[in-house]
Nanobody, 123 residues
């Protein structure tokens, strides 16, 4: 059974940092693009970042503005999202996802999704 499980969410003050992780299991993901998306209350699901199967290239949403860094373990089945300089508008449920397509911001290209982890940034 394919599973993507996110962890690391929580409550942090504005300006603080959080590190999210996503463990993929159930099949090999070594060639899949892995991505992070987020969904704030009452809003759609937005692209955050994506990384290639080899972990050698990544793509970020424009609004990230250098505050987040996405990495991938050598096993390639675990990804991380280091989030710095967090703002209240970063409050959302963060989801990881896997795609056989190359790095893409299009959520419809992702085949597998985790259940999400809540990130809350207080002002």
């Amino acid at each position: 059974q394919v599973r993507l499980v996110e962890s690391g969410g929580g409550l942090v003050q504005a300006g603080g940092s959080l590190s999210l992780s996503c463990q993929a299991s159930g099949r090999t993901f070594v060639t899949d693009t892995m991505g992070w998306f987020r969904q704030a209350p009452g809003k759609g699901r937005d692209f955050v970042a994506a990384i290639t199967g080899l972990g050698d290239a990544s793509e970020y949403a424009n609004w990230v503005q250098g505050r987040f860094v996405m990495t991938r373990d050598k096993t390639r089945n675990t990804i991380h999202l280091q989030m710095n300089s967090l703002k209240p508008e970063d409050t959302a449920v963060y989801y990881c996802a896997a795609s056989i397509v190359g790095t893409t911001a299009d959520s419809s290209a992702y085949d597998y999704w985790g259940r999400g982890t809540q990130v809350t940034v207080s002002s």
